[in-house]
């Protein structure tokens, strides 16, 4: 007998709510002992939530973790999670109400305030050097009156910060101890309140995730997550077809799409769920110049790349905000492909014979099909793009403390502060924050943080509206294309819900008999 996990889902939030009590978990005879194959696609960076990076990763993380919210995978909402419910009257203090007696995994108690308080100020210590830290910024301070309350003051009104402390990089919430006995091995050894804890990691070759038993909605139907590496598509894709994978994380080759669905695979996807954008470092002399980025945004024609090469994978993108978010403009400037208008504005900026753009990327990857027309198009306008290929470790600490000319970097968020703040505002730059480009504008900062703290929705969009404006015309990041997520599978692999943070609950994933 299969069961209606969503059903007893919306049954279980809405009882907490109303009585403000656990609710009695699904008898364990659900929980069978079934194991579920995935493909993994690249090097495991580890899943410490206080730097963890990348989406493969954070798909781990996403399982093992919770945080006081969560994200709901069909509609992308908020959901409770740790907390079963919360107040606020001002958008300034909230309290948040949390479940009782949700067990940590592998024998660390109950979880309680006191362990939100850690792992917050975790984040904010400035010696674990977070890259998130700036996500909580705002916070004043942060108090547990009792062991399942906690009141957090912000310094300014926000009325995205359910989206902070949500399941997703800051808003992880960790244990002290086990935090602790892991020392510097703490990205190997997670320790969370999820449905699935790592029991084994082979870098080069394997993660075993097992179920939480205590999980506080009750045991996930799949015992065993057997994630195996195999970095080539096509090589995944032959796997899926001999039943060695049952579902893959991610399939980002279009032939292989094609196959696989006319071979009657299940296509599990979701669409425009992040945009990938270009990083220039405003600090290089020529990069500095908004009319060298203009030219860069005018030289590349990103709708004939995605006509070409991936119909179903990607489509062309005009901002860094996705249509999608309730506060998206379609006002903001848009740069057309026009190499006439690029020439013009290199010249006008000094480079009239050209100059060679070094731009970072991950050797585990290569020299990819987009970045070879990349290549090209800009040297018809005289850029010469040079690739830094290095490994994904290399990469990412690279990226993160701005040490590259230009880079890449998908932004995958469903609040857009997360974008915005994260990737405009001068207190995240890079390497204290995500503002890789080192951006600041006097300008976008004030616009920024009125549109934050607005609580009237005509105001707060207009201001967002100016945000896109000035984001669009200066340029630190260059829109290029919007992603959509494949994750094919067997057909008897049910459940497999992608949210716009392309993450996949595995609590409601299922294999039919």
């Not at 419910?85 to 909230?94: A, F, L, P, Q």
């Not at 309140?193 to 097992?210: A, R």
Request: proline residues 6%; glycine residues 6%; aromatic residues 10%.
């Amino acid at each position: 007998m299969r069961i209606n996990r969503r059903s007893w889902l919306t049954a279980f939030v809405a009882g907490s709510m109303l009585i403000g009590t656990s609710v009695a978990a699904p008898s364990l005879a659900l929980a069978q002992e079934k194991t579920l194959i995935v493909r993994f696609y690249d090097d495991p960076a580890g899943f410490d939530p206080s730097n963890i990076f990348r989406i493969e990763n954070e798909n781990i993380a996403f399982n093992i973790f919770s945080g006081l919210t969560s994200y709901d995978g069909v509609t992308g909402e908020i959901i409770p999670d740790l907390a079963e419910s919360w107040e606020t009257s001002d958008n300034i203090t909230w309290t948040f109400h949390l479940r009782q007696g949700v067990q940590w995994q592998k024998g660390y108690g109950e979880f309680t305030a006191e362990d939100v308080l850690y792992s917050f100020n975790r984040i904010l210590d400035p010696d674990t050097a977070s890259p998130y830290a700036a996500e909580l910024a705002g916070i004043e301070s942060i108090e547990a009156p009792d062991p399942y309350t906690v009141v957090i003051k912000l310094s300014a009104p926000n009325g995205n910060f359910l989206h902070t402390v949500a399941n997703y990089h800051q808003g992880q919430i960790v244990k002290k101890e086990a935090v602790e006995a892991a020392g510097d091995q703490v990205r190997w050894q997670p320790v969370g309140t999820g449905p699935y804890y790592l029991e084994s990691i082979d870098v080069n070759s394997q993660i075993v995730l097992k179920r939480h038993e205590d999980y506080y909605k009750g045991p996930a139907p799949i015992e065993t997550l057997d994630f195996h590496i195999i970095k080539d598509d096509a090589t995944a894709a032959i796997a899926l077809r001999n039943g060695e994978i049952d579902l893959l994380m991610r399939q980002s080759k279009e032939e292989q799409l094609q196959t696989l669905e006319a071979e009657g695979f299940k296509m599990n996807h979701v669409d425009n769920y992040a945009v990938s954008i270009k990083v220039p470092n405003l600090t290089d002399p020529i990069l500095g110049d908004v009319r060298v980025r203009q030219a860069i945004a005018y030289a590349i024609d990103y709708p004939a790349i995605t006509a070409a090469l991936a119909p179903s994978l990607q489509a062309p993108a005009y901002s860094i905000l996705l249509p999608w978010m309730d506060v998206y403009s379609e006002a903001a400037p848009k740069y057309e492909y026009d190499p006439e208008k690029a020439r013009a504005l290199l010249a006008e900026a000094g480079y009239a014979d050209g100059f060679t753009l070094k731009v970072l990327g991950t050797s585990a990857q290569g020299v990819t099909e987009q970045q070879q027309f990349e290549i090209d198009y800009l040297s018809q306008v005289g850029i010469n793009m040079e690739l830094e290929l290095v490994d994904t470790p290399t990469f990412n600490q690279r990226r993160n403390s701005g040490d590259f000319m230009m880079a890449g970097r998908l932004l995958p968020a469903v609040n857009p502060d997360m974008i915005l703040f994260s990737y405009l505002h001068p207190a995240n730059k890079a390497p204290g924050g995500l503002n890789g480009a080192r951006y600041d504008n006097p300008e976008m900062t004030s616009a920024l943080e009125a549109a934050q703290a607005e609580p009237d929705p005509d105001k707060r969009l207009e201001l967002y509206a100016k945000v896109q404006q000035i984001a669009m015309t200066e340029l630190p990041y260059i829109p290029a294309t919007a992603s959509n997520v494949f994750w094919p599978s067997k057909q008897n692999v049910d459940g497999v819900n992608i949210n716009y943070l392309a993450q996949v609950n595995f609590w409601d994933v299922d294999i039919e008999e």
